[in-house]
C-alpha cells in the first residue's frame, strides 16, 4: 500500500476514566416511517460507546445523515434515531437540537456521567463538509477527548473527522481498528492464496483497486458489466454489453501487469445475456465468453459460477467487492447470490472473507446472509475502497498528525 504508516492510539490504551468525550460516528442509515430502517452502523459502534460508558464518560455522539446540503432538513433529522441508540448503547439518549451553538451547550452540559447526548444531523452546516477550524472549534468544547469511530467518513476531510483531530487528543475506536486490521493488513500480509474478485458496473470505480491489488493477490476474478470491457480489451465480442471504450487499454494494462506478476485474472466463461434490460426478457444462456450481437450479458453464467466457486474453495483469503450482474432484477441475482454463498462456505471453511462496498452488502441483504456469517463486512464503501486504492485517509492522517503534536 502506497499510504504512509500512521500514528493512531487505541481507545482501549486511553485513561478516559470520567472524561467528557466526542466520538464521530457513521449513523447515516436509512430511515422508514420516522424510524430506522436498519440499525446495523448503529449497532457497529456498541463496543466503542459501551467502553466509554463503562469508563464512567459522557458520552457525545456525531453523525451527518443523508445530503441536506448545509441547510436544515426535517426529513434528515437524527432525531429518530434516539430509540435504537438507547436500545443498543443500554443507556440514557439526550438528544441535542444542533449539534454547536447554545442549544447544544445546554444539552451537553445537562448529561450525566455515563450517558449519552447524540447531536443533531453534521451536514445541516455547511461549515461541516468545508472541514471549517472554527466549526470544529464549537464541536470541540462538547468534550476533552475525540474518539474516531466513523469508518465511512475517514475518506472526507472535514470538519468532525480531520479539522476536529488538532484540537483535541485523540484515538480510534474498535470500529475503525477492525476495518484497518482487515482491510490493510490482512490485504498486506493475507494468508494465501489470496483471491480477490471484483465485480459491478464500471472499470473506472475499480481500477486503483485492481492494481493495487493486483501487487498481492494470487487470483483476480472479474464479473459485472466491467467484465465486458476486460473482453473487449481481449478481442471477445460483447454484443451491445456494457462497454466503457476509453477504458479498454487500462483493461489491457491490467491483464498485463497481472501475468507481470504472476496472477491469475479470470474473466467470465460463459453469461446469462438479453435483447432488453427488462425483469421478464427472455434468456439465453452463452455457450462461451463471446455475447452474440444484439445481446447484452446481465449476470455470470452456470460455468463461471462452478469454476469461481472451486476457486474460492481453495483460497484461505477472499476480498470481495461489486455484483457479479444486474442482482436488483431477481432473474439475473443468481451468479451474485452464489458467489455470496460460497464466500459463507469459505469461512465456515476457514478463510478469511472480507466483503467491501455497498453493492456488495447489498447483495448479502438480498440473499438473507447476515455479516456475521462472514469474517468482515465492511461499513465504510467509498473508504474501504480508497484505502485499497493505497489512498491516504485525510480522517486518519488528521489523527495521526494530532497524535504527533500532543
Given at each position: 500500500?502506497?499510504?504512509?504508516?500512521?500514528?493512531?492510539?487505541?481507545?482501549?490504551?486511553?485513561?478516559?476514566?470520567?472524561?467528557?468525550?466526542?466520538?464521530?460516528?457513521?449513523?447515516?442509515?436509512?430511515?422508514?416511517?420516522?424510524?430506522?430502517?436498519?440499525?446495523?452502523?448503529?449497532?457497529?459502534?456498541?463496543?466503542?460507546?459501551?467502553?466509554?460508558?463503562?469508563?464512567?464518560?459522557?458520552?457525545?455522539?456525531?453523525?451527518?445523515?443523508?445530503?441536506?446540503?448545509?441547510?436544515?432538513?426535517?426529513?434528515?433529522?437524527?432525531?429518530?434515531?434516539?430509540?435504537?441508540?438507547?436500545?443498543?448503547?443500554?443507556?440514557?439518549?439526550?438528544?441535542?437540537?444542533?449539534?454547536?451553538?447554545?442549544?447544544?451547550?445546554?444539552?451537553?452540559?445537562?448529561?450525566?456521567?455515563?450517558?449519552?447526548?447524540?447531536?443533531?444531523?453534521?451536514?445541516?452546516?455547511?461549515?461541516?463538509?468545508?472541514?471549517?477550524?472554527?466549526?470544529?472549534?464549537?464541536?470541540?468544547?462538547?468534550?476533552?477527548?475525540?474518539?474516531?469511530?466513523?469508518?465511512?467518513?475517514?475518506?472526507?476531510?472535514?470538519?468532525?473527522?480531520?479539522?476536529?483531530?488538532?484540537?483535541?487528543?485523540?484515538?480510534?475506536?474498535?470500529?475503525?481498528?477492525?476495518?484497518?486490521?482487515?482491510?490493510?493488513?490482512?490485504?498486506?500480509?493475507?494468508?494465501?492464496?489470496?483471491?480477490?474478485?471484483?465485480?459491478?458496473?464500471?472499470?473506472?470505480?475499480?481500477?486503483?483497486?485492481?492494481?493495487?491489488?493486483?501487487?498481492?493477490?494470487?487470483?483476480?476474478?472479474?464479473?459485472?458489466?466491467?467484465?465486458?470491457?476486460?473482453?473487449?480489451?481481449?478481442?471477445?465480442?460483447?454484443?451491445?454489453?456494457?462497454?466503457?471504450?476509453?477504458?479498454?487499454?487500462?483493461?489491457?494494462?491490467?491483464?498485463?501487469?497481472?501475468?507481470?506478476?504472476?496472477?491469475?485474472?479470470?474473466?467470465?466463461?460463459?453469461?446469462?445475456?438479453?435483447?432488453?434490460?427488462?425483469?421478464?426478457?427472455?434468456?439465453?444462456?452463452?455457450?462461451?465468453?463471446?455475447?452474440?450481437?444484439?445481446?447484452?450479458?446481465?449476470?455470470?453464467?452456470?460455468?463461471?459460477?462452478?469454476?469461481?466457486?472451486?476457486?474460492?474453495?481453495?483460497?484461505?483469503?477472499?476480498?470481495?467487492?461489486?455484483?457479479?450482474?444486474?442482482?436488483?432484477?431477481?432473474?439475473?441475482?443468481?451468479?451474485?447470490?452464489?458467489i455470496a454463498k460460497?464466500?459463507?462456505?469459505?469461512?465456515?471453511?476457514?478463510?478469511?472473507t472480507i466483503v467491501?462496498?455497498?453493492?456488495?452488502?447489498?447483495?448479502?441483504?438480498?440473499?438473507?446472509?447476515?455479516?456475521?456469517?462472514?469474517?468482515?463486512?465492511?461499513?465504510?464503501?467509498?473508504?474501504?475502497?480508497?484505502?485499497?486504492?493505497?489512498?491516504?485517509?485525510?480522517?486518519?492522517?488528521?489523527?495521526?498528525?494530532?497524535a504527533e503534536g500532543?
Amino acid at each position: 500500500m502506497a499510504a504512509p504508516v500512521l500514528k493512531l492510539a487505541r481507545i482501549q490504551d486511553m485513561d478516559l476514566k470520567g472524561k467528557n468525550v466526542v466520538v464521530r460516528v457513521d449513523y447515516n442509515v436509512p430511515l422508514k416511517d420516522g424510524k430506522v430502517g436498519d440499525e446495523k452502523r448503529i449497532a457497529a459502534t456498541v463496543p466503542t460507546v459501551k467502553h466509554l460508558l463503562d469508563n464512567g464518560c459522557r458520552v457525545v455522539l456525531m453523525s451527518h445523515l443523508g445530503r441536506p446540503k448545509g441547510k436544515v432538513a426535517p426529513e434528515f433529522s437524527l432525531k429518530p434515531l434516539v430509540p435504537s441508540v438507547e436500545k443498543l448503547m443500554g443507556a440514557k439518549v439526550h438528544f441535542a437540537p444542533d449539534c454547536v451553538g447554545p442549544e447544544a451547550d445546554k444539552v451537553v452540559a445537562a448529561a450525566g456521567k455515563g450517558e449519552i447526548v447524540l447531536l443533531e444531523n453534521l451536514r445541516f452546516h455547511a461549515e461541516e463538509e468545508a472541514n471549517d477550524a472554527s466549526f470544529a472549534k464549537q464541536l470541540a468544547r462538547h468534550g476533552e477527548f475525540f474518539v474516531q469511530d466513523a469508518f465511512g467518513t475517514v475518506h472526507r476531510a472535514h470538519a468532525s473527522t480531520a479539522a476536529i483531530a488538532a484540537l483535541l487528543p485523540g484515538c480510534i475506536g474498535f470500529l475503525v481498528q477492525k476495518e484497518l486490521e482487515f482491510l490493510d493488513r490482512a490485504v498486506k500480509s493475507p494468508a494465501r492464496p489470496f483471491l480477490a474478485i471484483i465485480g459491478g458496473a464500471k472499470v473506472s470505480d475499480k481500477i486503483m483497486v485492481l492494481n493495487n491489488l493486483l501487487d498481492s493477490v494470487d487470483m483476480l476474478l472479474i464479473g459485472g458489466g466491467m467484465a465486458y470491457t476486460f473482453l473487449a480489451a481481449q478481442n471477445v465480442a460483447i454484443g451491445k454489453s456494457l462497454l466503457e471504450a476509453d477504458k479498454v487499454e487500462e483493461a489491457k494494462n491490467v491483464i498485463a501487469k497481472a501475468y507481470k506478476k504472476r496472477a491469475q485474472c479470470l474473466l467470465p466463461a460463459d453469461h446469462l445475456a438479453v435483447q432488453e434490460l427488462k425483469p421478464d426478457a427472455p434468456i439465453q444462456h452463452t455457450q462461451s465468453m463471446a455475447v452474440p450481437d444484439g445481446w447484452m450479458g446481465v449476470d455470470i453464467g452456470p460455468r463461471t459460477i462452478a469454476i469461481f466457486k472451486e476457486h474460492i474453495r481453495q483460497a484461505k483469503t477472499i476480498f470481495w467487492n461489486g455484483p457479479m450482474g444486474v442482482f436488483e432484477m431477481d432473474a439475473f441475482s443468481n451468479g451474485s447470490f452464489e458467489i455470496a454463498k460460497a464466500m459463507v462456505e469459505a469461512t465456515q471453511n476457514g478463510a478469511v472473507t472480507i466483503v467491501g462496498g455497498g453493492d456488495s452488502l447489498s447483495v448479502l441483504k438480498k440473499a438473507g446472509i447476515k455479516s456475521s456469517q462472514l469474517s468482515h463486512c465492511s461499513t465504510g464503501g467509498g473508504a474501504s475502497m480508497e484505502l485499497l486504492e493505497g489512498k491516504a485517509l485525510p480522517g486518519l492522517t488528521a489523527l495521526s498528525k494530532g497524535a504527533e503534536g500532543k
